[in-house]
């Protein structure tokens, strides 16, 4: 088993560049077998979710190339509608070509997806929108075999919760619905208008995407395209949260400013001067970070849950009480009992709230990564803690982001992987 070992301490001091964001490029993967012919999707990270997506698209039968940060899909020759078990517990994200597969063949089966545990992570929404447009699901040994032999049929859908994968996965097999699909309270992440944006260039009429309403014209003639991938707003986050943990300066280059709002206001308060020029985002931490009085994860435009864990490493050093409140999922938190073993003060109330007693300096430990964002999490403590902090179960961290060692290493830090 794979481990980082972080000797803390350094302030780090330096540019990265920024890799493309893994929510945007799962679910444009996905989406490359919904439309026929060739596809050439540009900064796509090296991470193995995205090899894992990669292997359910060979699966179909789609043929792959990998360049670098490029990857070149040619869906012509799809032929298969189903999806083994293995495949589909590998990540969360797989269960996005379930809307991809129903709009190319209007029959898809899969088994219910893996990813991380931070919560109870339902699949009731994506499965009561694909039923009102007129998919019958049968759940059978937890096989969802799915088919509409009447087609597949535009509605109107209301989101009881703005949910991401429930959105794209909504988009997706409208793709091929007969008539219009609208979308309300629909997510408005970034990555949602990434993926409409690229299939608008494939030829779907896409309107409104990024926004509460989304329509969706079915029965476009669609054909693969070319596209970049969005820059990843939640890795930005982490190495921002980097500079702030060891009082260092990092300049991040290719990000998008507004996508980043939401935690930019967060590093502010905490007491990092966020500056930007020339595309790229300057973050220098003050002597000591100021505590946040309160922070709540909502779906975006809010502060994201997936740079809780982050934000929370940093204020566990910051002068007074932050309060976090986790409101998208019901087990964010498994990174606090590793953070304490680095002398952290937190304590959880109510299952959902943390309330972080900032402390002079954390110590390094033993700790292991129990999920994606809470090991990067324990990455950015082990960079502000005094001696070594060793990290388990850094494939969590692999799935997120790419070549983290050597990236940290280039802005001055102390950490290998052994
Ligand atoms: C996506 C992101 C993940 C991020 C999350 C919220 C990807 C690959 N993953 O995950 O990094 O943390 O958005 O921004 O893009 N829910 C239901 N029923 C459903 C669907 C969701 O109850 O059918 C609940 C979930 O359990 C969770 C909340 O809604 O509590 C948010 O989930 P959702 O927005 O769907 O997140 P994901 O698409 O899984």
Known sequence: MKKLVINGGKVLDGKII???????ALPILAATVAVSGISVIHNCPMLTDISAALKILEHTGCKIKREGHTVIVDSTSAYRCSIPEKMMREMRSSIIFLGALLAR???????????????LRPIDLHLSALRSMGVEISDCACVLA???????????????????????????ASLSAHGETVISNAAREPEIKDLADFLNKCGAEIKGAGQSVIRIKGSAKLK??????????????????????????VAVSGVCKEHLLPAISAFETAGCNISFKNGELITKAPKRLSRIKSLRTMPYPGFPTDSQAIVMAMLATADGTSIITEKIFENRFRHVPELIKMGADIRIEDGCVAIVEGVRRLKGACVSASDLRGGSALA????????????????????GCEALEQSLSQLGAEIKRV
């Open 18 to 24: 920024l890799q493309g964001s893994k929510n945007s």
């Open 105 to 119: 063949f209007g029959v898809a089966q899969v088994t219910p997806p893996g990813g991380c545990e931070i919560g």
């Open 146 to 172: 799915c088919k509409a032999p009447q087609g597949i049929k535009g509605c109107h859908i209301n989101l009881v919760f703005p949910s991401v994968g429930a959105t794209e996965n909504i988009m997706l």
């Open 224 to 249: 693969g395209s070319e596209h970049t991938i969005i820059p990843d707003r939640i890795v930005a986050s982490t190495y921002m949260a980097c500079a702030a943990c060891t009082g260092g300066k």
């Open 380 to 399: 950015v403590a082990a960079l502000g803690a005094e001696d070594e902090t060793v990290i388990d179960n850094i494939y969590h961290i692999d799935r």
